[in-house]
C-alpha cells in the first residue's frame, strides 16, 4: 500500500464553511471552467477554419495555373491539358487536376437581368464540396453526348433573377457574334461569402470550349488539389520551377489572403487567451495547496516526528492535488462536450451570416485536440503542485506540532 496516496484519501477538509472547503472548490471550479473554455474555444475556432475553408475549395483549389495575362481579365488564353498533364506529372504530391474556365455573361430571368460570371467544369470535376453549400436541387448532371444545360446558381443570383428550380434563364454573351444559350436552373447555393455568392454560376465547361471555338483539350486553366493543404507552399514552388514560362500559378491562400489571414490572427489570439486561462488555473491550484499546509501544519509536524521523510510528505500533497485536478478535468470535460454537442446537434447560438460567413457557430470534433488539453492541464497544473510543497522541508516538527 502507497502509505502517501492512503493518508491523501483520508484528507477531508475541516467543515463545509471552512477556508480551505471554500478554496478547493474554487480550483476545481477554476480547473473545471478553463479546461471547458479551451475545448470550446478550440471546436469552434477549428470549425470556423474548416467551414470556411471548406466554402473557399469548393469554388477553387489550393493550387490554379492558368496562361499568363497581363490583364487579368476573367476570359484570358486558353491552356493544353497535354502541356498541364507534362509538367505536372510525377508529383506525388498532388491529388486531382480540374480543368476549369471563365466566361462573363448577361442572364436574363423572367423580368430581371443581371451580370454574372460562369464557371465551367466538366465531369472530372469534383463537386463534392459544393453539394454542402446547396439549400435546394442538385448539383449538375452531366452526359457524354452533348453539353449539359443544366446550371447551378447561388441564393443571391436566384432571388435577384426571381429565379426557383426547374425554371429557365436565358445567358447572353458579348462576343463577336453575340451568343445566347438557354439554361435550366438544377441547384441553388449559399456559401455565405460575397466573393461567390454575388456573381459566380456553375455550368458545363463544353458550352465555355462551343463559344470559344476550343476543342476538347483546351480550357481556361486547371485547378490542383493536394492531397496536404499544409504542404502548398513547398507543392507550389515544386510545380513553378517545373511548369512553362507562359503559364501562371496562383495559390489559394494568396487569391483569398484576407480570409487566410484573418484565420491566422484568430487563432493566434485563442491560443494567448488559453496561456491565459492556464496561468490562473495553475495560480489557483498553487495558493489551495499551499493552504491546505498552512492548516496541516500540525499534522506535518507529526507525521515529521514519527519519522515521515520530507519527500513523503510532499508525496501526501501531490496526490491530494491530483485528486482535485481529475475532479476538474472531469467536470470539465463534461461541460464542454455537453456544450458542444447541443450547439452542434442544435444549433443553438447563432450568428451573422454577413460578419462571420456561416448563420451558426461551427462545432468540430476533433477528439485528439481533445486528449491534448487535458493533458497539459493535468501536467502543467501538477507542475505547479511542486512550489508549494517546497515549504514542507522548511517546518520543524517542534515547532510544527505547537503551531495553532
Given at each position: 500500500m502507497n502509505i502517501a496516496r492512503y493518508i491523501s484519501?483520508?484528507?477531508?477538509?475541516?467543515?463545509?464553511?471552512?477556508?480551505?472547503?471554500?478554496?478547493?472548490?474554487?480550483?476545481?471550479?477554476?480547473?473545471?471552467?478553463?479546461?471547458?473554455?479551451?475545448?470550446?474555444?478550440?471546436?469552434?475556432?477549428?470549425?470556423?477554419?474548416?467551414?470556411?475553408?471548406?466554402?473557399i475549395f469548393s469554388f477553387a483549389?489550393?493550387?490554379?495555373?492558368?496562361?499568363?495575362?497581363?490583364?487579368?481579365?476573367?476570359?484570358?488564353?486558353p491552356v493544353s491539358?497535354?502541356?498541364?498533364?507534362?509538367?505536372?506529372k510525377g508529383i506525388a504530391e498532388i491529388q486531382t487536376k480540374q480543368p476549369y474556365?471563365?466566361?462573363?455573361?448577361?442572364?436574363?430571368?423572367?423580368?430581371?437581368?443581371l451580370g454574372i460570371i460562369i464557371k465551367g467544369v466538366d465531369k472530372t470535376y469534383d463537386l463534392g464540396p459544393m453539394r454542402g453549400n446547396l439549400v435546394e436541387g442538385k448539383t449538375i448532371t452531366f452526359t457524354d453526348t452533348a453539353?449539359?444545360?443544366?446550371?447551378?446558381?447561388?441564393?443571391?443570383?436566384?432571388?435577384?433573377?426571381?429565379?426557383?428550380?426547374?425554371?429557365k434563364a436565358t445567358f447572353y454573351f458579348i462576343q463577336n457574334p453575340p451568343r445566347a444559350r438557354r439554361f435550366t436552373v438544377t441547384g441553388i447555393y449559399k456559401t455565405g461569402l460575397e466573393e461567390f455568392d454575388q456573381a459566380y454560376v456553375i455550368a458545363d465547361l463544353q458550352h465555355i470550349r462551343d463559344l470559344n471555338r476550343w476543342d476538347d483539350t483546351l480550357a481556361g486553366g486547371y485547378e490542383i488539389v493536394l492531397k496536404d493543404?499544409?504542404?502548398?507552399?513547398?507543392?507550389?514552388?515544386?510545380?513553378?520551377?517545373k511548369m512553362d514560362y507562359d503559364l501562371q500559378l496562383e495559390k489559394i491562400t494568396d487569391q483569398y489572403a484576407q480570409l487566410f489571414d484573418w484565420m491566422k490572427l484568430l487563432k493566434k489570439?485563442?491560443?494567448?487567451?488559453?496561456?491565459?486561462?492556464?496561468?490562473?488555473?495553475?495560480?489557483?491550484?498553487?495558493?489551495?495547496?499551499?493552504?491546505?499546509?498552512?492548516?496541516?501544519?500540525?499534522?506535518?509536524?507529526?507525521?515529521?516526528?514519527?519519522?515521515?521523510?520530507?519527500?513523503q510528505i510532499r508525496e501526501i500533497f501531490f496526490f491530494k492535488g491530483l485528486s482535485l485536478t481529475l475532479k476538474g478535468l472531469f467536470w470539465g470535460n463534461v461541460i464542454a462536450l455537453s456544450f458542444c454537442y447541443l450547439q452542434d446537434r442544435f444549433k443553438i447560438i447563432p450568428l451573422d451570416p454577413e460578419n462571420y460567413y456561416m448563420d451558426t457557430v461551427p462545432i468540430n470534433w476533433n477528439f485528439g485536440v481533445i486528449v491534448l488539453l487535458n493533458a497539459i492541464t493535468l501536467i502543467l497544473t501538477m507542475l505547479s503542485i511542486i512550489i508549494p510543497t517546497l515549504m514542507i522541508t522548511r517546518i520543524k516538527p517542534v515547532t510544527a506540532i505547537k503551531f495553532d
Amino acid at each position: 500500500m502507497n502509505i502517501a496516496r492512503y493518508i491523501s484519501s483520508k484528507i477531508t477538509d475541516s467543515g463545509t464553511e471552512s477556508f480551505t472547503a471554500s478554496v478547493t472548490k474554487i480550483a476545481i471550479i477554476s480547473i473545471a471552467i478553463g479546461l471547458a473554455i479551451m475545448i470550446v474555444s478550440f471546436s469552434i475556432l477549428e470549425g470556423f477554419r474548416n467551414q470556411i475553408q471548406s466554402k473557399i475549395f469548393s469554388f477553387a483549389a489550393h493550387i490554379q495555373v492558368s496562361k499568363y495575362d497581363t490583364n487579368n481579365s476573367f476570359e484570358g488564353d486558353p491552356v493544353s491539358s497535354l502541356a498541364i498533364e507534362k509538367d505536372l506529372k510525377g508529383i506525388a504530391e498532388i491529388q486531382t487536376k480540374q480543368p476549369y474556365a471563365f466566361k462573363t455573361a448577361i442572364a436574363k430571368g423572367s423580368d430581371e437581368v443581371l451580370g454574372i460570371i460562369i464557371k465551367g467544369v466538366d465531369k472530372t470535376y469534383d463537386l463534392g464540396p459544393m453539394r454542402g453549400n446547396l439549400v435546394e436541387g442538385k448539383t449538375i448532371t452531366f452526359t457524354d453526348t452533348a453539353a449539359s444545360n443544366e446550371i447551378m446558381v447561388s441564393r443571391q443570383i436566384a432571388d435577384k433573377l426571381r429565379l426557383h428550380i426547374g425554371d429557365k434563364a436565358t445567358f447572353y454573351f458579348i462576343q463577336n457574334p453575340p451568343r445566347a444559350r438557354r439554361f435550366t436552373v438544377t441547384g441553388i447555393y449559399k456559401t455565405g461569402l460575397e466573393e461567390f455568392d454575388q456573381a459566380y454560376v456553375i455550368a458545363d465547361l463544353q458550352h465555355i470550349r462551343d463559344l470559344n471555338r476550343w476543342d476538347d483539350t483546351l480550357a481556361g486553366g486547371y485547378e490542383i488539389v493536394l492531397k496536404d493543404f499544409a504542404k502548398i507552399d513547398t507543392v507550389a514552388n515544386v510545380i513553378f520551377d517545373k511548369m512553362d514560362y507562359d503559364l501562371q500559378l496562383e495559390k489559394i491562400t494568396d487569391q483569398y489572403a484576407q480570409l487566410f489571414d484573418w484565420m491566422k490572427l484568430l487563432k493566434k489570439n485563442v491560443i494567448i487567451f488559453l496561456i491565459l486561462i492556464i496561468f490562473v488555473a495553475t495560480f489557483n491550484m498553487i495558493s489551495t495547496v499551499f493552504i491546505m499546509i498552512l492548516e496541516r501544519t500540525n499534522m506535518i509536524g507529526l507525521l515529521k516526528a514519527l519519522g515521515a521523510t520530507d519527500p513523503q510528505i510532499r508525496e501526501i500533497f501531490f496526490f491530494k492535488g491530483l485528486s482535485l485536478t481529475l475532479k476538474g478535468l472531469f467536470w470539465g470535460n463534461v461541460i464542454a462536450l455537453s456544450f458542444c454537442y447541443l450547439q452542434d446537434r442544435f444549433k443553438i447560438i447563432p450568428l451573422d451570416p454577413e460578419n462571420y460567413y456561416m448563420d451558426t457557430v461551427p462545432i468540430n470534433w476533433n477528439f485528439g485536440v481533445i486528449v491534448l488539453l487535458n493533458a497539459i492541464t493535468l501536467i502543467l497544473t501538477m507542475l505547479s503542485i511542486i512550489i508549494p510543497t517546497l515549504m514542507i522541508t522548511r517546518i520543524k516538527p517542534v515547532t510544527a506540532i505547537k503551531f495553532d
